[in-house]
């Protein structure tokens, strides 16, 4: 469809035919067979806060939002984002380099995405790349361990009604 309206503005258009000549022909001169990188794209959810996770093959680096993974504060909370690595072990994440973006929520819903996220990550590229017997492996040890590294929590917050303070709390009730 591009390519058909670049041959028409080209063939209406005076001052665009020269331009857009050179692009079609250098849109037809690229190869076709480009290898296409080994990577994925998995999301964590948790409350508010939305994670993403790009997992390639790489080096091992794990970085979030640009900096090293080791820098996720608060620190008690860290250890959460670490356990997918930690409990597939090393030889299993060695050659996978992950970028994470989070947005929303607090701190702590942050963390609960981030290694939904990782976990989805690593299961989704071993789907894709590696083998399904691998990937049934190792979504069959996360969900062992902790179901929710796998499967998003669907608890939201309830809005507030009238009549009270809160969701379901009421005002109490008076006659006099």
Not at 99 to 126: E, F, H
Not at 141 to 149: F, H, I
Request: charged share 25%; aromatic share 6%; proline share 5%.
């Amino acid at each position: 469809a591009i390519l058909a309206q670049g041959i028409h503005l080209a063939t209406t258009h005076p001052l665009w035919s020269r331009l857009s000549l050179h692009l079609l022909s250098t849109m037809q001169a690229e190869n076709p067979t480009k290898a296409i990188p080994e990577r994925v794209q998995c999301f964590g959810r948790k409350k508010t806060a939305v994670a993403v996770a790009l997992v390639k093959a790489g080096t091992g680096q794990i970085r979030l939002n640009g900096c090293p993974i080791t820098t996720v504060k608060p620190d008690i909370l860290r250890v959460k984002v670490y356990e997918p690595l930690l409990l597939l072990g090393p030889e299993r994440t060695k050659g996978l380099d992950i970028r994470l973006r989070v947005k929303g929520g607090g701190y702590t819903s942050q963390v609960y995405a981030l290694r939904q996220a990782i976990a989805k990550g690593i299961v989704a590229y071993n789907q894709k790349f590696i083998d399904e017997a691998t990937k049934k492996e190792i979504k069959d040890q996360l969900m062992q361990y902790d179901r929710s590294l796998i499967v998003a929590d669907p608890r939201r917050c309830e809005p507030k009604k009238f009549g009270g303070r809160s969701a379901r709390a009421r005002f109490q009730k008076s006659y006099r």
